[in-house]
């Protein structure tokens, strides 16, 4: 009898800041998902946004997490370490004939869907320029354990940029590398990041790369309906008593952990939750309101 490959899950956030609640919410889902089946749970740093990264946030990262008792297997993985991997993906892409320069600016699109402007340039511009995919109209699915069939055209946002003017890699092809390099073939994340997941979905058939399973989860939001986020100076996540911060966000994720969870230790906590990980109760929800017992 044939086995199953491993199970190979991972958490990725960007050094932009101090870890919050909502990112550490995901990891929490994450490491749930991939511990609760015997799987490896890797941590990438998606580094490539270099303008963005802030100092110290990935030594802050890196102890957030593990004080919370969320430990990673292998090494960490950085984007800005796999330059060489994007590159001949790109190759591969010129090859296929499947890119083109844009010199549209940020403000020319604004207010408009990207329609193909610069498919059909002539010459190679000599100002700075991004690289976009060249999409069509089929149609992409996949089943998504927790939020059901998403179906999209592929062109349905028009052809997107995968490698940007100032040179940096785009978000939407580097995790398509990345967890094709990783072997992950199980990704949790949150609901926010849904709808671009058939573009990545379209570059994973382009480069014949395997689909990993997917799992979005709710975000997290506070009382002004905004999501947990650096944008919306989200709190960093408290380093005082982690144990019970993971026991209400055990709540938060509909687990329903016994009350006398919450004065254990965060070993226990943990063990608890792999133990008894079930995501069902959170299908087709897309956010959960950050409790004020998490917000103070």
């Known amino acids: 009898m044939q086995q199953s490959p491993a199970l190979i899950g991972r958490f990725a956030p960007s050094p932009t800041g101090l870890?919050?609640?909502?990112?550490?919410?995901?990891?929490?889902?994450?490491?749930?998902?991939?511990?609760?089946?015997?799987g490896q749970w890797l941590l990438r740093i998606d580094d490539l946004d270099t303008p963005r990264n802030?100092?110290?946030?990935?030594?802050?990262?890196?102890?957030?997490?593990?004080?919370?008792?969320?430990?990673?297997?292998?090494?960490?993985?950085?984007?800005?370490?796999?330059?060489?991997?994007?590159?001949?993906?790109?190759n591969q892409l010129e090859a296929l004939n499947k890119l083109y320069p844009c010199v549209c600016s940020r403000k020319m699109l604004e207010s408009t869907r990207y329609a193909g402007h610069c498919r059909h340039l002539s010459a190679v511009p000599s100002t700075a320029f991004a690289l976009r995919v060249k999409t069509d109209a089929q149609w992409l699915s996949f089943d998504d354990e927790l939020q059901g069939t998403v179906r999209a055209q592929a062109d349905d946002?028009?052809?997107?940029?995968?490698?940007?003017?100032?040179?940096?890699?785009?978000?939407?092809?580097?995790?398509?590398?990345d967890d094709a390099q990783q072997h992950v073939n199980q990704v949790v994340r949150g609901c926010d990041l849904l709808d671009?997941?058939?573009?990545?979905?379209?570059?994973?058939?382009?480069?014949?790369?395997?689909?990993?399973?997917?799992?979005?989860?709710?975000?997290?939001?506070?009382?002004?309906?905004?999501?947990?986020?650096?944008?919306?100076?989200?709190?960093?996540?408290?380093l005082k008593s982690p144990a019970?911060?993971?026991?209400?966000?055990?709540?938060?994720l509909k687990q329903q952990p016994p009350r006398e969870l919450e004065y254990a230790s965060t070993q226990e906590v943990l063990a608890w939750g792999i133990l008894h990980w079930n995501p069902q109760p959170l299908k087709n929800l897309r956010m959960m309101y950050l409790p004020d017992v998490l917000s103070k």
Not at 19 to 38: I, P
Not at 168 to 176: H, R
Not at 214 to 232: A, E, F, N
Request: include cysteine; aromatic fraction near 10%.
């Open 157 to 177: 946002q028009g052809d997107f940029i995968i490698k940007r003017k100032d040179q940096i890699f785009a978000y939407q092809f580097a995790v398509v590398i």
């Open 54 to 90: 802030c100092k110290g946030s990935i030594e802050s990262i890196l102890t957030t997490l593990d004080i919370y008792g969320l430990h990673w297997d292998r090494d960490v993985f950085y984007q800005s370490q796999q330059l060489t991997h994007y590159e001949d993906a790109l």
């Open 244 to 252: 019970k911060v993971l026991f209400h966000l055990l709540n938060l």
């Open 196 to 238: 671009s997941t058939p573009k990545q979905l379209y570059l994973q058939q382009l480069l014949g790369l395997p689909r990993p399973h997917y799992l979005h989860v709710p975000i997290i939001i506070d009382q002004q309906c905004q999501k947990l986020s650096k944008q919306t100076l989200a709190n960093a996540v408290s």
């Open 19 to 38: 870890l919050h609640l909502g990112s550490l919410y995901t990891a929490l889902a994450s490491f749930l998902a991939a511990r609760s089946q015997q």
